[in-house]
C-alpha cells in the first residue's frame, strides 16, 4: 500500500508539473489531485524534494530492472536512455527550476547499475579491488552522464537506440581496457 500511495502521489506531482512550474507547486496541490490529504503526504515524503529524489530513484530502479532482464548491455542502456526520454517534461521542468545539478544526479542514478554490472562483468575472472571496480564505474557513469545531459541539453536528437547503440560500444570498449590496464589486487 505504502509504495502504490508514493506512485500515486508523484504521479499526481508529474501530472501537475506538466502545467504548472516546479516554484509554483504546494503539496496542497498534489494531495488535491491524489485524492489523498496532506498528513498521507507527510507519512511518505519531508517536501515536494524528497518527492522528486524519491521518484527519481524509482525511475532509475525501474529502468534498469528492465534492462537487466536482458543480458544485451545495449538494451540496458536504452531503457535508460528511454526512461529519459518519457520523462522529458518532467527533466526539463526540473532543469529549469533546480539546475543543472538535479538532471545529472538523476541520470547518475539511473545508469550507475548499468556501468557497475558491466565493470563486474568484465572483471570476473580479474582481481581487481573493489575500490577500484567503484573507480572504474564512477568514471564510466560520468562520462555517460556528461553524454546524455549533452544529449538531453541538444532537445534529444538522436533516437534512443542509436545513442545507446554508439554508448554501448564506447563504454564496454573503455570498461575492458580500464579493467584489463589495472593492477590486481595485492
Same mark, same amino acid.
Given at each position: 500500500m505504502?509504495?502504490?500511495?508514493?506512485?500515486?502521489?508523484?504521479?499526481?506531482?508529474?501530472?501537475?508539473?506538466?502545467?504548472?512550474?516546479? $516554484? &509554483? +507547486?504546494?503539496? =496542497?496541490?498534489?494531495?488535491?489531485?491524489?485524492?489523498v490529504?496532506?498528513?498521507?503526504?507527510? #507519512?511518505?515524503?519531508?517536501?515536494?524534494?524528497?518527492?522528486?529524489?524519491?521518484?527519481?530513484?524509482?525511475?532509475?530502479?525501474?529502468?534498469?530492472?528492465?534492462?537487466?532482464?536482458?543480458?544485451?548491455?545495449?538494451?540496458?542502456?536504452?531503457?535508460?536512455f528511454?526512461?529519459?526520454?518519457?520523462?522529458?517534461?518532467?527533466? $526539463? &521542468? +526540473?532543469?529549469? =527550476?533546480?539546475?543543472?545539478?538535479?538532471?545529472?544526479?538523476?541520470?547518475?542514478?539511473?545508469? #550507475?547499475?548499468?556501468?557497475?554490472?558491466?565493470?563486474?562483468?568484465?572483471?570476473?575472472?580479474?582481481?581487481?579491488?573493489?575500490?577500484?571496480?567503484?573507480?572504474?564505474?564512477?568514471?564510466?557513469?560520468?562520462?555517460?552522464?556528461?553524454?546524455?545531459?549533452n544529449?538531453?541539453?541538444?532537445?534529444?536528437?538522436?533516437?534512443?537506440?542509436? +545513442?545507446?547503440?554508439?554508448?554501448?560500444?564506447?563504454?564496454?570498449?573503455?570498461?575492458?581496457?580500464?579493467?584489463?590496464?589495472?593492477?590486481?589486487?595485492?
Amino acid at each position: 500500500m505504502a509504495l502504490s500511495t508514493k506512485k500515486a502521489l508523484a504521479a499526481s506531482f508529474n501530472n501537475i508539473l506538466r502545467g504548472k512550474p516546479l $516554484s &509554483k +507547486i504546494t503539496i =496542497s496541490d498534489i494531495t488535491r489531485d491524489c485524492g489523498v490529504n496532506r498528513m498521507t503526504f507527510y #507519512y511518505h515524503f519531508e517536501d515536494i524534494y524528497d518527492l522528486i529524489e524519491w521518484a527519481c530513484t524509482d525511475a532509475a530502479k525501474t529502468a534498469f530492472e528492465k534492462g537487466k532482464a536482458d543480458c544485451d548491455g545495449q538494451y540496458g542502456l536504452t531503457q535508460v536512455f528511454d526512461c529519459i526520454y518519457e520523462n522529458r517534461v518532467f527533466i $526539463s &521542468k +526540473i532543469c529549469c =527550476s533546480m539546475g543543472r545539478e538535479s538532471v545529472e544526479k538523476f541520470i547518475n542514478k539511473l545508469s #550507475y547499475g548499468y556501468i557497475y554490472e558491466t565493470v563486474e562483468s568484465f572483471s570476473a575472472d580479474k582481481k581487481l579491488s573493489e575500490e577500484n571496480k567503484k573507480c572504474i564505474a564512477e568514471f564510466y557513469n560520468f562520462a555517460f552522464t556528461g553524454y546524455a545531459v549533452n544529449w538531453i541539453d541538444r532537445n534529444m536528437p538522436e533516437k534512443t537506440e542509436i +545513442i545507446a547503440a554508439r554508448l554501448d560500444s564506447l563504454i564496454r570498449l573503455g570498461i575492458r581496457s580500464a579493467v584489463d590496464g589495472y593492477p590486481n589486487k595485492t
